[in-house]
């Protein structure tokens, strides 16, 4: 369960932006719910999808990701 309190990438990054959940479903040809999904990391966009959403939001992929390992 502590990945799911996890800020979610896509859902600052559509916040940055002054995006909705539905602008990116409608971009991606999408539905709502599964947007809404993502955000909430019920469930995660395969990788050819990140990369979609990734050139949708103009942003390097990168900004999409969280940082799983840290240098110690």
């Not at 600052?12 to 409608?26: C, F, G, H, I, S």
């Not at 999408?30 to 050139?55: F, G």
Request: aromatic share 6%; hydrophobic share 40%.
């Amino acid at each position: 369960m502590a990945f799911k309190k996890q800020i979610n990438r896509i859902r600052v990054v559509l916040a940055e932006q002054d995006r909705t959940n539905k602008w990116l479903a409608e971009k991606l040809g999408k539905n709502r719910t599964t947007i809404s999904r993502w955000c909430t990391n019920d469930m995660q966009p395969s990788l050819e999808t990140l990369i979609e959403i990734a050139v949708v939001l103009n942003v390097d992929i990168t900004e999409l990701l969280v940082k799983t390992k840290y240098d110690k």
